[in-house]
């Protein structure tokens, strides 16, 4: 999460600075001999690119107001105080504008003036899962965070000790069904969270579309019911590093691309389900992607092949 650090003030310069410097953010300089507020803050808004203001709420707020529609896409928006004693988020308190309030009050030693109903009570909200868990896409947790408030308890399966330690009280009768799977699946008055657990394998032709790349982890991940959402990484050789297809299909994923080389794939020569001869001619190792998947654990999705690419999906304990 790296955001916008806006300063409107020469007074507000130096604290900017530091945010910056503990954000990897960008110093934005708004006002006289700086960029025009009008129409920096809309525009970052509209991006979806975080933004920390160094100004009263008030200014946020005026800028932004003819901006707001849907709470479900905002991106966090927080006011810190000149004097750096307070850091108030605005918007996105549950798209991680609340998380990165808490952090940052405790790099500038600040106060973080949280104002949501669930961070009053825990530690964070049910619709913002810390990083390794996704919360099912069309899943709504107002309804399980409102009962939640009035006393109820979640019953969880699956590994997820997030929640209890942001402080639910968790009890095999609770009444909040939470599972926590890699399938793609739904339950009654509950939530479905997606571990980050999926590494896919894949390997591919020179020149060879991303849409092919990414059309086939799909079919991949479909016929086994699995969701993309779980997916932690894709993998590959590194001598694949400048294929523009493998780099386009981890951003579509929104997961990293890893990379290995050759003598590290063929530490998995003998528990090939699928070697190939002409593979290994080619790069020197008879695996591409199902050898990049085992690399995380037991395979889940065999290896496919479209006309160009190949894929091969495990399972990470």
Not at 4 to 16: H, I, N, P, Q, R
Not at 58 to 68: D, T
Request: glycine fraction near 8%; charged fraction near 20%.
């Amino acid at each position: 999460m790296i955001p916008a650090v806006v300063t409107f003030s020469a007074g507000g310069a130096e604290l900017a600075l530091r945010i910056a410097a503990a954000t990897g953010g960008r110093v934005h300089h708004c006002g006289f001999n700086g960029e025009n507020a009008l129409a920096l803050i809309p525009r970052l808004f509209l991006e979806g690119t975080p933004i920390v203001g160094i100004c009263a709420s008030g200014i946020l707020i005026r800028l932004l107001a003819p901006h707001l529609a849907d709470k479900k896409e905002e991106p966090p928006v927080l006011a810190v105080s000149q004097d750096g004693k307070s850091v108030i988020p605005l918007l996105g308190g549950h798209h991680g504008a609340n998380q990165l309030a808490r952090w940052l009050a405790e790099q500038l030693g600040a106060h973080a003036a949280l104002t949501t109903a669930s961070d009053g009570k825990f530690t964070r909200s049910l619709d913002d899962p810390p990083p390794g868990w996704e919360l099912s896409r069309g899943d709504e947790s107002k309804p399980a965070m409102m009962a939640m408030l009035v006393g109820a308890k979640i019953a969880i399966e699956g590994h997820a000790p997030w929640i209890a330690e942001a402080g639910y009280p968790v009890s095999s009768m609770g009444q909040i069904k939470v599972l926590v799977t890699e399938q793609k699946l739904k339950i009654d008055r509950g939530l479905v969270y997606h571990p980050k657990t999926l590494v896919v394998g894949v390997g591919c032709e020179r020149g060879t579309e991303a849409s092919e790349v990414i059309d086939l982890i799909q079919f991949a991940l479909d016929r086994e019911n699995l969701s993309s959402q779980s997916i932690a990484a894709l993998a590959t050789v590194d001598i694949k590093a400048d294929e523009a297809a493998l780099h386009e299909a981890a951003a579509h994923f929104r997961v990293p691309l890893r990379l290995f080389t050759v003598a590290e794939l063929n530490q998995e020569r003998y528990r090939l389900t699928n070697p190939s001869a002409i593979v290994e001619a080619e790069v020197g190792t008879p695996s591409v992607a199902e050898a990049s998947a085992l690399k995380a654990g037991l395979i889940v999705v065999q290896k496919l092949k479209s006309a160009r690419a190949t894929c091969a999906s495990a399972i990470a304990a």
